[in-house]
């Protein structure tokens, strides 16, 4: 099982940018997909975007153009790039692995294994 940790979230005004950091600890998948997801108040959790191991890279609609998703094989960590950010934006980010390819990648249900979330807020 792969142990999870965000950072990054935080408060910025429409216009800004926040970058999330995923921290995998403990074993790593050598086939893998990485993904992040959103909750706002009130809403289903929704997937934002997510990379495999090959480094291909997927994203919501809604954020395309926007966020960029990456990733530093050495130090085991995910990047969220988040620019241009809109108060539609706020919500609690996860960051989630499963140890198998993206496919079906925007269903929360069937990933594995989940960080705590961290906050990120945008004000208008």
């Known amino acids: 099982q792969v142990h999870l940790v965000e950072s990054g979230g935080g408060s910025v005004q429409a216009g800004g940018s926040l970058r999330l950091s995923c921290r995998q600890l403990?074993?790593?998948?050598?086939?893998?997909?990485m993904g992040w997801f959103r909750q706002g108040p009130g809403k289903e959790r929704e997937g934002v975007a997510a990379?495999?191991?090959?480094?291909?890279?997927s994203y919501a609609d809604s954020v395309k153009g926007r966020f960029t998703i990456s990733e530093d094989n050495a130090k085991n960590i995910v990047y969220l790039q988040m620019n241009n950010l809109k108060p539609e934006d706020t919500a609690m980010y996860y960051c989630?692995?499963?140890?198998?390819?993206?496919?079906?990648?925007?269903?929360?249900?069937?990933?594995?294994?989940w960080g705590q979330g961290t906050q990120v807020t945008v004000s208008s």
């Open positions: 989630a692995a499963r140890q198998d390819s993206c496919l079906a990648w925007d269903m929360h249900q069937l990933w594995r294994d």
């Open positions: 403990g074993s790593i998948y050598s086939v893998y997909c």
């Open positions: 990379i495999d191991s090959d480094g291909h890279s």
